[in-house]
């Protein structure tokens, strides 16, 4: 095959049509000639208006809703204001209990990437259905003339039922768009919603319908794809997998889930593939590209959109009437609930995450208030009883959920341990739905090189299987397993799981040759060929958002690796894990054979299906994947523009095992980079303060005096800092505290930096530090904003007392932490404040916002 860019304009400029194609059919509209009132509407600067007659209308399968009809009107009319206020607010599991629920009469719960049962996140499946009914039998509660309402549980299974031990666990959606199948992808929503039902809940926050158009985007993995058409047919597939065809007996019921189609609108198109970042695409850049999922999960009959935590044009979409209630529910007749992202509400312009009218208000139904929902649940009652929220607008809200609850039989259901599947935990993992997941892994593979027809290997070899992702699940899976991030898991917390390494070696061993583990690649005897796995770790929203696509920029020990086997004449198998594309030229150049694998899932087994023959030499599966990302050229080149430089690999790009597979070597050449890496992370390293931060003294009074050099005595003598080595010469300091009052040292800038984000992102507050002195008193570590207007403070001598003496080690406290004592997030200029009045000898080195995942998991002193 070759690389033929103008191959892939055409293919991109036809599927791009294609999707516009039916979307006028629909709507009967004309993207080039009816619609001159949006481009002098963006020319004018009224950028976020919406023009509604633009957008498609779409043909739903009809929902016959006569057995429900009276039934909701007489409900609704029932109700009290409290309760409707309830219905429309959504809290999570480990900030709400059953005995809240009863009492506020709460419409949904979720739990979030890291909450599970009791705060456990790993709690075993029993204790989530045992859950899920103490939550219902709450709902279901009478008592004092209130009305049984069944409450309804969301859960992101992302990959399958991914928060759960134990079960399937599906490519995430990069590696399902390279698989072309959506037939596979129906498939694979009925066997989530499956395992779902299980552990009883009957929602889940999925498919994410981003069509991305940057990588830098750390949810890129959560994209089908780059192209709407892609996203387009996956869609109504994967909602009619989740939730069953609209019409038959089990829509929504039985082995069925409801799905969420998100995140509406925009997501995959923000500036720079900032998560949470405004979309600047025009109107019909919009419709075209972002839009395209919807069509078709709403005409599947999908029961609910998540509003996106994204700006468009500057407006967060969470707040945008124009586009949830105009397009969405006018245009779209979507007649579902519009659920909010996780306290996204609090952003909307003049919000907070405990009042927000201005979202109900633009057509939010359902607010995602984790840990906020009892302040909001005061606030919205509040509005609703001033009128600020119109009294029809609520009721509009609760119609929409309680319909949604009526038409998937909540009512009639009985408690979730008593449904069909439920309890059923051996379904977890089932081996016919791991093979289904073996094969869409298989199926996702792409081929990108495969120099003198290097594979298929015969499995009759001596087999080196070398790199930090052979042996390791959480690493195949990425974010989104178990926990958010999908770190800090091990192999054994996947029983229903294989290995790549584990697959291998069985393919070997039943093909009569020998496979070896050696992560670090070193060997005994010199082996027939290397498979080397490596690539991206896990990671989830933000923590994923990168600035460039060169794969580790500073850490090439990978790079290394493939060099060091190659350069001893072993051919190189890479495989490649990651969750987008990224700048690998010179790990391909390294390579003989280099494998795109994405995040394969569970089945580790599918990479030996496809990397090896069967014993006899014949084919046992060739590769079927083609790339539904095009592959960047250059380390910059990152984002999805057809007019731009060609890709290195197209769109449609993959190589089978007859292919002529050699590839010509690639520039190294890293082009400069600009960093534009904001300053707000390093606030000290290699002996200086970071780029527009300060070292400082403050005395008992607050009153500052800059350590120049970022050395010198303070604060009466009081405080002293020498320069001490850690890693390099000079490139720590040695503080000194004498005893005489109060006294901090202190990073600070004359320009705030809004940390929310990081604060939410679950980023930590991170230094080295060495006690050379042990504390003689109370020791606070604060945040703070501009002039002591706020700050929050955390107690850490007690850490620093059981810390050995002279030995540096890692301290590390969540944002969060800083925040609940009274930092806001929202203007920190003072990001390290190191207080006490007592004596205190400390070395302190590299001080930073940072994951530390072990650390960022550890309660608030
Ligand atoms: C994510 C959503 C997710 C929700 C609940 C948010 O932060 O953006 O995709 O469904 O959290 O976990
Ligand atoms: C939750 C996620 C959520 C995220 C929002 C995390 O603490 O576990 O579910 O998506 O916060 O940033």
């Not at 959480?474 to 974010?479: C, H, I, P, R, W």
């Not at 070997?508 to 670090?520: D, E, R, T």
């Not at 940390?755 to 050379?772: I, M, P, S, T, W």
Request: proline share 5%; with cysteine.
């Amino acid at each position: 095959m070759t690389i033929d860019s103008g191959l892939n304009k055409m293919r991109r400029g036809a599927a791009a049509m294609a999707v516009t194609a039916t979307l006028c059919t629909l709507a009967a509209c004309d993207r080039q000639h009816s619609i001159p009132a949006v481009a002098s509407a963006e020319t004018t600067g009224a950028a976020s208006a919406i023009h509604p007659e633009i957008w498609p209308a779409i043909a739903h399968v009809p929902i016959d809703d006569s057995p429900i009809a009276a039934r909701l009107d007489q409900l609704l009319g029932s109700l009290s204001v409290e309760e409707k206020v309830g219905q429309v607010i959504q809290a999570d599991i480990v900030s709400v209990t059953p005995e809240d629920v009863r009492k506020y009469r709460l419409g949904s719960i979720l739990n979030g990437g890291n909450s599970g049962p009791h705060g456990d996140d790993f709690a075993p499946a029993p204790q989530w259905l045992a859950l899920a009914d103490e939550f219902y039998l709450a709902s279901m509660d009478t008592t004092g003339g209130k009305h049984a309402i069944p409450i309804i549980w969301g859960v992101d299974a992302i990959h399958g039922n991914s928060n759960i031990i134990g079960a399937t666990l599906f490519p995430h959606n990069v590696g399902l768009g390279a698989a072309r199948d959506p037939q596979l992808i129906r498939r694979i929503g009925e066997i989530t919603a499956r395992e779902v039902r299980v552990t009883g809940q009957e929602w889940t926050f999925a498919p994410t319908l981003a069509v991305v158009q940057d990588v830098r985007w750390g949810r890129s993995y959560e994209s089908y794809s780059e192209n709407p058409q892609i996203v387009h047919e996956y869609a109504g597939e994967m909602v009619k997998g989740l939730q069953g065809e609209v019409g038959s007996p089990d829509f929504l019921r039985g082995a069925h889930v409801m799905t969420t189609a998100k995140h509406f609108i925009g997501d995959g198109g923000t500036f720079e593939g900032r998560d949470q970042g405004d979309n600047r695409a025009s109107e019909t850049a919009l419709r075209d590209i972002h839009a395209a999922g919807y069509t078709a999960a709403i005409a599947a009959g999908a029961q609910s959109v998540m509003a996106s935590f994204s700006e468009w044009q500057g407006r967060k979409v969470t707040g945008h009437k124009g586009l949830l209630t105009d397009v969405l529910k006018n245009r779209f007749a979507f007649d579902g609930l519009v659920v909010g992202d996780w306290n996204a509400h609090g952003q909307v312009e003049g919000c907070s995450t405990t009042s927000c009218a201005a979202a109900l208000n633009a057509g939010l139904d359902m607010y995602m208030a984790p840990d906020s929902w009892k302040g909001l649940y005061a606030n919205t009652l509040a509005q609703v009883r001033s009128g600020e929220i119109p009294m029809a607008r609520l009721d509009d809200a609760v119609r929409r959920i309680l319909r949604v609850k009526l038409r998937a039989g909540l009512f009639e259901a009985g408690k979730p341990s008593s449904r069909q599947l439920a309890g059923q935990f051996d379904l977890l993992g089932a081996p016919e739905h791991r093979a289904v997941a073996r094969q869409a892994a298989r199926e996702s593979l792409v081929l990108l090189k495969n120099a003198g027809h290097l594979l298929p290997l015969k499995p009759a070899l001596s087999v080196l299987v070398a790199g930090d992702g052979a042996d390791n699940i959480a690493k195949q899976n990425g974010g989104w397993t178990l926990t958010w991030q999908g770190t800090g898991t091990v192999n054994a917390q996947f029983p229903h799981a294989e290995s790549i390494f584990s697959g291998i070696s069985a393919a070997v061993k039943a093909g009569g040759g020998k496979a070896a583990l050696s992560p670090n690649g070193s060997y005994a005897s010199k082996p027939d060929v290397a498979i080397v796995v490596f690539g991206e770790d896990p990671y989830a929203e933000f923590q994923g958002d990168v600035q460039t696509l060169e794969y580790r920029p500073t850490d090439k020990r990978d790079l290394q690796l493939l060099r060091r086997l190659r350069g001893a004449q072993i051919p190189v198998v890479a495989v490649f894990l990651s969750g987008r594309p990224l700048w690998v030229n010179a790990e391909l150049n390294a390579s003989d054979a280099f494998v795109a694998a994405w995040l394969p899932g569970s089945e580790g087994g599918a990479i030996a299906d496809v990397l090896f023959a069967k014993p006899d030499g014949g084919v046992n599966f060739d590769f079927k994947g083609k790339l539904s990302f095009s592959w960047p050229r250059t380390p910059d080149q990152v984002t999805a523009n057809p007019g731009a430089q060609p890709p290195l690999f197209a769109l449609d790009y993959g190589l089978t095992y007859s292919d002529a597979g050699e590839l010509a070597a690639l520039s190294e050449v890293v082009p400069k980079r600009n960093d534009t890496s904001t300053a707000t992370g390093t606030y000290f390293s290699a002996g200086r303060p970071g780029a527009g931060w300060k070292l400082f003294a403050s005395d008992a009074n607050g009153k500052r005096q800059e350590l120049a050099g970022s050395l010198g005595s303070a604060a009466g003598n009081n405080l002293n800092v020498t320069a001490i080595d850690r890693a390099a010469q000079e490139d720590a300091r040695l503080a000194t505290w004498s005893g005489a009052g109060s006294t901090a040292l202190v990073i600070a800038s004359a320009a705030p930096v809004d940390l929310q984000r990081e604060a939410n992102g679950e980023l930590a507050l991170v230094f080295d530090y060495r006690v050379d002195a042990a504390p003689s008193a109370a020791v606070e570590l604060g945040m703070e904003c501009n002039d002591g207007r706020c700050r929050g403070a955390i107690p850490i001598d007690p850490q620093l007392r059981s810390a050995p003496r002279g030995e540096w080690r890692q301290f590390a406290a969540p944002l969060r932490c800083f925040e609940k004592g009274g930092a806001d997030m929202r203007s920190i200029a003072v990001p390290f404040a190191l207080s006490t009045a007592g004596t205190l000898k400390l070395g302190i080195a590299n001080v930073r916002l940072d994951t530390g995942r072990k650390d960022v998991q550890a309660s608030c002193p």
